[in-house]
């Protein structure tokens, strides 16, 4: 298995643009998370998914941000406009029985 | 409140030393516990989980931790620490009601000297 795959594992953007992030979740697990870490605030649940549909997003800062999940093998996390306040570590997680397993991340800097 | 405490955010150890790591819990029934490790530049990896049963659980790369009660701690231990073991180490926790939802502490980082 190839894990959590996640992209771009980097992303550097102009403040004002939008920055869509990707996962591809493990085969079979029906739980999905988006988190963010940054050094002043840790490690933040966003939103997660059951079965491709969010059962919460109230970790999702602001309406900037959207995530969406088509099907089990692929969700996007969105943030339009962008601020330098979004500079993070934005990782997706997927889960069957409680077990998570996190993908590599993508690094966002905003300028 | 269901949480998860390290109250340490920082230790340092010296290579082939026992490490212990301390997590406390906050919750009213018995709850389902992990321990994650964060290597530099990548993402948390599970050690170990403990859902109910056996009180002491072993995990990956020589690691265990004991559930206990009365102390509503779960420590992580390893009785040899390698340098390679240098890494950011979390505690969670399951959010009672939350659809698999786990609540992470803050993290401890650990550094290993030769």
């Known amino acids: 298995d190839a894990g959590v795959i996640q992209s771009p594992r980097h992303e550097v953007t102009e403040m004002g643009q939008e920055v869509t992030l990707r996962c591809k979740p493990i085969?079979?697990?029906?739980?999905l998370f988006w988190y963010r870490q940054t050094m002043m605030r840790g490690l933040e649940l966003l939103i997660y998914?059951?079965?491709?549909?969010?059962?919460?997003d109230s970790g999702m800062p602001e309406d900037r941000f959207s995530a969406k999940m088509p099907n089990a093998s692929f969700s996007t996390l969105k943030i339009q406009p962008s601020e330098p306040r979004d500079s993070a570590v934005y990782f997706c997680?997927?889960?069957?029985?409680?077990?998570?397993?996190f993908g590599p991340g993508t690094r966002l800097t905003v300028t | 409140a269901q949480s998860v405490t390290q109250p340490d955010i920082h230790i340092t150890v010296s290579e082939g030393a026992s490490l212990e790591l301390r997590c406390n819990y906050s919750?009213?029934?018995?709850?389902?516990l992990f321990w994650y490790v964060q290597s530099p530049g990548q993402g948390l990896q599970l050690l170990l989980k403990?859902?109910?049963?056996?009180?002491l659980v072993q995990g990956i790369k020589g690691f265990e931790a004991e559930f206990k009660r009365s102390q509503s701690s779960f420590n992580l231990r390893k009785p040899s620490v390698h340098w390679s073991d240098a890494a950011e180490y979390f505690c969670?926790?399951?959010?009672?009601?939350?659809?698999?939802?786990?609540?992470f502490g803050t993290g401890t980082k650990l550094q290993v000297i030769p």
């Open positions: 997680a997927s889960s069957r029985l409680y077990e998570q397993y």
């Open positions: 085969s079979g697990h029906d739980y």
């Open positions: 998914f059951n079965n491709n549909v969010p059962i919460d």
């Open positions: 919750y009213g029934a018995t709850p389902y």
């Open positions: 403990y859902f109910s049963g056996d009180t």
């Open positions: 969670a926790g399951e959010v009672e009601g939350g659809y698999q939802k786990v609540t």
